[in-house]
């Protein structure tokens, strides 16, 4: 059964009464596509192929689009609207304690006080961040195919759109999370329905191919240590694409950078390492380069 995931219980305990209400405002739904003999792909959903040469999580987020963009800026007025009528009964009733407080005779026990509310404001308001309602877990587990050496492919179904890779996180059911983001840089990529658009093939690193300086805790994905390795690239050309993917279109992913992002789950940070033609850094500096590629 499809996952719904604009509920997870990373953001349920930040989530508000009135975002509970809107339940229905589904902005994703993801589901990876099960291990069987012949599979039938929807042609209003869109679908992300991703090869790796061990069994490795990769999460994505979706970007939103200008209606995905109204509909979280109504749910967000609406949650605000309700925490401040919750606070116009809190700190009346706050107010109303304090009277009593303060009018109780000298040398009586006074009665209890409650906390005095905080009210809400634009500045202070915490709502759920777009990213955590829409985050598309791939792996570890439900490979589409296995190979030799642990070698993966996964197949994931998902509401068409555009979506960034955050990065190699694996976020569990009570909401802890490993793995890295790719927080301080990393691409995004267009998804459209009835396609299988191709991520490529993603290599962690294996013991022995990173030289840790003194100090540094040995990552999964730490490329940018390996002189001349790329993070996202063609499969090997062993890798033969699936048969049961032969009626399918299936289109490269054509990535493009995207900026920085919180880290929302309080993993290692890192960035997705440089990708020809697409970006490469400037010390902390995202450096574009689409546009050079385009005028070739």
Known sequence: MKRLLIVTAALAACISPAFAKKEKVVFVTAAAVKDK?????DPVRAYVLLRSNIAMP?????????????KYDALKAEAFAEAREKYTKKKASYDKAKVAYDKSPKGAAKPVLPEKPVEPTEANFEFTPFGLMTGVPIGPLFRFAKGDGGASTYLHELTPGRYRIYGTVS???NAAATGSCFCMG???FEVKAGQVTDL??????MPGEVKVQEGDATRLFDS?????????QPAPASWTLDPRLAGATVVP???WPVGKMPNYFGVSVGRMPPLAGVVRYDRDRIVDLTAAQAAQ
């Open 37 to 41: 003999p012949a599979i039938v792909l």
């Open 58 to 70: 990769l999460h994505l987020m979706r970007i939103p689009s200008s209606e995905d963009q109204v």
């Open 171 to 173: 976020v569990l059911p």
């Open 186 to 188: 990393s691409v995004g």
């Open 200 to 205: 490529g093939y993603l290599r962690a690193l």
């Open 224 to 232: 940018e240590k390996v002189e001349g390795y790329q993070a996202l």
């Open 253 to 255: 992913a054509k990535f």
